[in-house]
């Protein structure tokens, strides 16, 4: 059975910096792309960046395009999320998602998922 899990999440004030990790246990990662998700109270969950399962393949939203990147260090089962510049609107829980083959960087692409880890930006 496929198991996410995701850590790195907490509370930082406007302009921290905070790096989220995505691991497996179950299956290695190497074959799978990642993406990166986040929901905030109210709202729609949303993409954020994916990574295709070579690492070859980047993309982000362009709500965050320059302050996260998404990286991916496969001999730790392990994708990375590191996130700077954070802003009070960035406040959610955010998500890392497993496909083999997404057909696009979107939430109905991705079939295994993690069970979250918020972070909250506040002064």
């Known amino acids: 059975q496929l198991r996410i899990v995701e850590s790195g999440g907490g509370s930082v004030q406007p302009g921290g910096s905070l790096r989220l990790s995505c691991a497996a246990s179950?299956?290695?990662?190497?074959?799978?792309?990642i993406g990166w998700f986040r929901q905030a109270p109210g709202k729609e969950r949303e993409g954020l960046s994916c990574i295709s399962s070579s690492g070859g393949r980047v993309n982000y939203v362009d709500s965050v395009k320059g302050r996260f990147t998404i990286s991916r260090d496969n001999a730790k089962n392990t994708v990375y999320l590191q996130m700077n510049s954070l802003k009070p609107e960035d406040t959610a829980v955010y998500y890392c998602?497993?496909?083999?083959?997404?057909?696009?960087?979107?939430?109905?692409?991705?079939?295994?998922w993690g069970q979250g880890t918020q972070v909250t930006v506040s002064s």
């Open positions: 998602a497993a496909e083999l083959f997404p057909s696009n960087c979107q939430e109905r692409s991705f079939g295994s």
């Open positions: 179950g299956f290695t990662l190497d074959y799978y792309d």
